[in-house]
């Protein structure tokens, strides 16, 4: 049911955005006066911050070319540091348990190759079936260089109804066999948002370390992995943090385990002192950044500067009280204008267990996201049926949602999606 003070009118649609306290943000981002942007749980666009960021770093390059390293207007020496203390209010934690460095699944490589200890008994991986592909295959590469079958060590948690998770049954998952488990933050197809402080309590009740993939939560919605007692996390800042095709990612490491010998060592997880001294014993930063492998790509970090400076400004509070706010003012429009048009809200409706995206689903989702995009409007399709609607806080408007489903309206009223072919794109 809409809500009590939903109204269906246009009119409405721009009171809210004269609410909207983050509505001067729009202006910071890059957008096309005839496209709707809706997919920025998958890419976010570029703002004119992250763009000056890039530029200064390459005008550091041009100017002082190896001096960039110590005397750049954002010296690069420590800017995955830097990176990783503007980071740290997005996961609720202290600036030196996070560190801005790798990709998704290279980080996950790290955190499992330094916290996967099997002994006795515990020689298990717990995931989940529902879980983002690359985590799967990271875990089982991760057993097979162990010797062990991925068959029978990696544990995953079944779905009830392949949208959603039940925490009780993860669980009671969590048998002594159990070495190490991950958890998605937020599922990334449903956008159930998971009990991260209870898991984490019942993982350590039984011994267990326990680690989140937050890939489709960091930007979008509050986290306390420090108060919570998180072990480890992992995720990627080119969705919700807007921070470019394939920005580097970022990874939290509680202070509990600093001291942690990283599985996979390399030189920029020196300690900072000792890095150019090329001992051949490695001396880890006494911080997450022990965690770091390699060089870090200073062109794909600096746009990072810019973006987080805007989330300082604006809170993440802030962030994901618009965002629950508008993505209830969409589902609100969906049931009110679509009621008649096959589609099912898929995502949870409770605010405390729904991330930045709504997941709407329709047994013809490849070709409706097809005329989407030809009437203007960039959605995300997973297959085989969703339709992943993503307005940003930042950068979208109550009016931009308005209007989204009322070209969803016509699409369907006009049987418009049937003249597209049955088959997802490449890169839906």
């Known amino acids: 049911m809409?809500?009590?003070n939903f109204q269906p009118l246009v009119d409405f649609a721009k009171h809210l955005d004269k609410q909207d306290s983050l509505q001067r943000y729009r202006k910071e981002f890059y957008l096309k006066p005839d496209i709707?942007?809706?997919?920025?749980?998958?890419l976010g666009l570029l703002s004119k911050r992250a763009e000056r960021t890039l530029l200064e770093c390459i005008d550091d390059w041009k100017e002082l070319g190896i001096d960039g390293w110590l005397q750049g207007k954002h010296p690069w020496f420590y800017l995955s540091e830097k990176l990783g203390e503007m980071c740290a209010p997005l996961v609720g934690a202290s600036p030196e348990e996070v560190i801005v460095t790798g990709s998704?699944?290279?980080n996950l490589h790290q955190l499992i190759a330094t916290f996967y200890k099997p002994k006795g008994k515990r020689t298990k991986i717990l995931a989940d079936v529902l879980t983002f592909p690359s985590d799967l295959y990271a875990l089982q590469s991760q057993l097979r260089i162990r010797g062990y079958d991925t068959e029978t060590h990696?544990?995953?948690?079944?779905?009830?109804?392949g949208r959603f998770l039940e925490e009780n049954e993860i669980i009671d998952a969590m048998t002594e066999e159990i070495a190490v488990m991950i958890m998605p933050t937020v599922l990334y197809r449903s956008s159930q948002i998971v009990d991260m402080k209870r898991l984490t309590a019942e993982a350590h009740k039984r011994d267990?370390?326990?680690g989140f993939d937050a890939c489709h939560s960091v930007g979008a919605i509050p986290h306390s992995f420090s108060e919570w007692?998180?072990?480890?996390a992992y995720w990627c800042h080119y969705k919700h943090v807007n921070g470019g095709p394939g920005a580097v990612g970022g990874l939290y490491v509680n202070k509990k385990h600093f001291g942690t010998s990283p599985g996979l060592a390399g030189w920029f997880g020196s300690r900072k002192d000792k890095q150019f001294d090329m001992e051949h014993l490695f001396t880890p930063a006494e911080s997450a950044g022990a965690y770091q492998i390699g060089t870090p790509?200073?062109?794909?970090?600096?746009?990072l500067i810019g973006c987080l400076e805007l989330f300082a400004e604006a809170g993440i509070e802030t962030i994901r009280?618009?965002?629950?706010?508008?993505n209830q003012y969409l589902m609100d429009l969906i049931e009110y204008e679509l009621a008649d048009g096959g589609f099912f809200i898929g995502n949870p409706r409770e605010d405390e267990r729904r991330g930045g995206h709504v997941s709407l689903e329709h047994p013809e989702a490849a070709r409706i996201c097809k005329a989407l995009k030809d009437n203007g409007v960039i959605p995300d399709f997973r297959s085989p049926n969703i339709i992943r609607l993503a307005p940003v806080a930042l950068y979208s408007s109550y009016e931009d949602v308005w209007k989204v489903v009322q070209i969803l309206k016509k699409i369907m009223s006009e049987n418009q999606y049937k003249k597209y072919a049955k088959k997802r794109e490449i890169i839906s």
């Open 154 to 161: 990696l544990i995953r948690v079944k779905s009830r109804d």
């Open 36 to 42: 709707i942007y809706m997919d920025g749980n998958s």
């Open 2 to 4: 809409p809500s009590n």
């Open 321 to 326: 009280e618009k965002s629950l706010s508008i």
């Open 229 to 232: 007692g998180v072990d480890f």
């Open 104 to 106: 998704t699944t290279v």
């Open 208 to 210: 267990i370390i326990i």
């Open 297 to 303: 790509h200073i062109l794909s970090l600096a746009p």
